[in-house]
């Protein structure tokens, strides 16, 4: 069984972050051919890994980089 939640080397801190696969778009970036790659979901981070691999992770173009919510004016 999978957990979402995951420590991100790059947002630190002792909190996890909620993670998810990769698109198909994220790996074309990366020139990544495989399915086990996942990324942290916090806004600005742009860090990914192997779902039980932190230490080959890495990071993706800075535009991809997870933005902030767009929220209506009212």
Known sequence: MFFRDKHCRTC???RT??????????LAAIKADRGDLWRCTAEGCRWYQPWHKQSDGGLLPEELK?????TEAK
């Open 66 to 70: 997870i933005q902030a919510a767009v």
């Open 17 to 26: 972050q909620v993670f998810r696969p990769l698109s198909r778009e994220e």
């Open 12 to 14: 630190g801190g002792g």
